[in-house]
C-alpha cells in the first residue's frame, strides 16, 4: 500500500519563475492538503482539496494555486517566486471529513529552493 | 493570535531514559490533536493522537496526556532509544476544522 508521494523531492527556481508540485494520495484517501515548512518552523497549511475544489485555505497570496485531478491526485503552483518562497513543500492526504477528526498523512516533501 | 507553542526547543536525554515534551495550545475550542515526528529529510510521521472527550492515551512506547483546564499537551516516550532522535510536533484541529495548526517543534536528542 502506497503512502503519500510527491514529486520532485529537490527543485531549484530563480525569482520570478513559476514553479508545478505534484502529489499523489495514500491509497483510499480522497482529501489532499498543502503545507509549507519552512527551515526550523513547524508545518503551516496552504489550502485543502476535496472533491476536485478548494475547500479551505489559509494565509497565502493568490501567487499560490492548486488542483485536484478525478483520481485524488493533486498539485500545487506556486507563480512569480520570491526567495521567501524557499521551503519543504509538504502534501498531506486524508479520508473523507468526519466530526472534525482528520488523521494526516504526510509526503516526504519537495524541498524547493529559489535563487 | 491563535497558536500552538512549545515549552522547550531542544531536549536531550541520555539512552533508555523517559522522554517528556510539552504543547501549549490557545484554542479552547480544539477538540483534536496529533503528535508527529519529523527525521531529517522526512515528512512529519504520525505517532498518536487524542481527543477532546480524553485526558490520556497510550501506545506504544508512547503517551499522550491532555489538561484541558490549562491548555496543555504532553508526549511521554518511554525507555527512549537513539530512533527516537526526531523533531516533534504537536498539531490541533479545531471543531469542524479543515486543517492542522502546528507548534514549531521540539528537537529531541538521544545520548547514549
Known amino acids: 500500500d502506497a503512502g503519500v508521494t510527491q514529486s520532485p523531492t529537490h527543485l531549484i527556481k530563480t525569482r520570478g519563475q513559476q514553479v508545478t508540485l505534484r502529489c499523489s494520495p495514500k491509497?483510499?484517501?480522497?482529501?489532499v492538503s498543502w503545507y509549507q515548512q519552512a527551515l526550523g518552523q513547524g508545518p503551516q497549511f496552504i489550502f485543502q482539496?476535496?472533491?476536485?475544489?478548494?475547500?479551505q485555505r489559509g494565509n497565502f497570496p493568490d501567487r499560490f494555486s492548486g488542483h485536484q485531478f478525478p483520481n485524488y491526485s493533486s498539485e500545487l503552483n506556486v507563480n512569480a517566486l520570491l526567495l521567501g518562497d524557499s521551503a519543504l513543500y509538504l502534501c498531506?492526504?486524508?479520508?473523507?471529513?468526519?466530526?472534525?477528526?482528520?488523521?494526516?498523512?504526510f509526503g516526504s516533501g519537495t524541498q524547493l529552493s529559489v535563487l | 493570535g491563535e497558536s500552538v507553542g512549545l515549552h522547550l526547543p531542544t531536549l536531550s536525554v541520555q539512552e533508555g531514559d523517559n522522554s517528556i515534551i510539552n504543547c501549549a495550545y490557545s484554542?479552547?475550542?480544539?477538540?483534536?490533536f496529533i503528535w508527529y515526528k519529523q527525521e531529517s529529510g522526512k515528512g512529519p510521521q504520525f505517532i498518536i493522537d487524542?481527543?477532546?472527550?480524553?485526558d490520556k492515551r497510550q501506545g506504544q512506547r508512547v503517551t499522550v496526556l491532555l489538561n484541558k483546564t490549562v491548555k496543555h499537551l504532553s508526549l511521554q516516550i518511554a525507555a527512549t532509544q537513539p530512533g527516537d532522535s526526531a523533531v516533534y510536533f504537536c498539531?490541533?484541529?479545531?471543531?469542524?476544522?479543515?486543517?492542522?495548526?502546528f507548534g514549531p517543534g521540539t528537537r529531541l536528542s538521544v545520548l547514549p
Open positions: 498531506a492526504s486524508s479520508t473523507p471529513h468526519r466530526g472534525g477528526n482528520e488523521k494526516l498523512f
Open positions: 491509497s483510499g484517501h480522497d482529501t
Open positions: 482539496y476535496y472533491e476536485e475544489e478548494e475547500r
Open positions: 484554542n479552547s475550542a480544539s477538540d483534536y
Open positions: 487524542i481527543r477532546s472527550n480524553m
Open positions: 498539531a490541533e484541529n479545531r471543531p469542524a476544522g479543515q486543517n492542522f495548526v
